[in-house]
T-cell receptor
Framework: GENVEQHPSTLSVQEGDSAVIKCTYS??????FPWYKQELGKGPQLIID?????GEKKDQRIAVTLNKTAKHFSLHITETQPEDSAVYFC????????????FGTGTQLKVEL | GAGVSQTPSNKVTEKGKYVELRCDPI?????LYWYRQSLGQGPEFLIY??????ADDSGLPNDRFFAVRPEGSVSTLKIQRTERGDSAVYLC???WGTGATGELFFGEGSRLTVL
């Protein structure tokens, strides 16, 4: 089955700096790569996703890149703000197989003033 | 409601007891997923439904776990003879379909504590 590894497990940045979280996946059949943000006591919320036919996608301060050959994908947050502080999860799935997401272990992002 | 609703939000039970966790998905969503999230970990897939049928239950850890969705909307996750290792947050998610958009909408979870 799919295995997703995520690094780093914790990340502390100063407000206004950029944050980068990296993930690798194992199953070459995976074609959908979402990123979720989870705040304390809440369920995960989708912030951005990318499909395997695209190498990069951007939405305001958030961007995701995908390298299918290397099986790597990354989340980039620019101009970080205190409200960006949360746990971020990457995930991978094959949409033709029921879209069961396999999640990484999460990155605790702290944006300091 | 507008989002995925899960009840109870917290459940404390004793080892060996039976528990039921309920999920009310977003109206019109045909796919429904159950995940389990242990402390400091990412959610782990348990089972998903397409309509009323369980399309994939490969993530259920053993036969003490069972889930139903009899009318294609509300789902119940049932755990028999609970063990301390079952303590976790159980998350439910729904989506329009298993491949159409891919976006899963999660509820806030049911935190299960087995004493």
């Amino acid at each position: 089955g799919e295995n997703v590894e995520q690094h780093p497990s914790t990340l502390s940045v100063q407000e206004g700096d950029s944050a980068v979280i990296k993930c690798t996946y194992s199953d070459s059949a995976s074609n959908y790569f979402p990123w979720y943000k989870q705040e304390l006591g809440k369920g995960p919320q989708l912030i951005i996703d990318i499909r395997s036919n695209v190498g990069e996608k951007k939405d305001q301060r958030i961007a995701v890149t995908l390298n299918k050959t290397a099986k790597h994908f990354s989340l980039h947050i620019t101009e970080t703000q205190p409200e960006d502080s949360a746990v971020y999860f990457c995930a991978a799935s094959f949409t033709g197989g029921g879209n069961k997401l396999t999640f990484g272990t999460g990155t605790q992002l702290k944006v300091e003033l | 409601g507008a989002g995925v609703s899960q009840t109870p939000s917290n459940k404390v039970t004793e080892k060996g007891k039976y528990v039921e966790l309920r999920c009310d998905p977003i109206s019109g969503h045909t796919a429904l997923y159950w995940y389990r999230q242990s402390l400091g970990q990412g959610p782990e897939f348990l089972i998903y439904f397409q309509g009323t049928g369980a399309a994939d239950d490969s993530g259920l850890p053993n036969d003490r776990f069972f889930a139903v969705r009899p009318e294609g909307s509300v789902s119940t996750l049932k755990i028999q003879r609970t063990e301390r290792g079952d303590s976790a947050v159980y998350l439910c998610a729904s989506s329009w379909g298993t491949g159409a958009t891919g976006e899963l909408f999660f509820g806030e979870g049911s935190r299960l504590t087995v004493l």
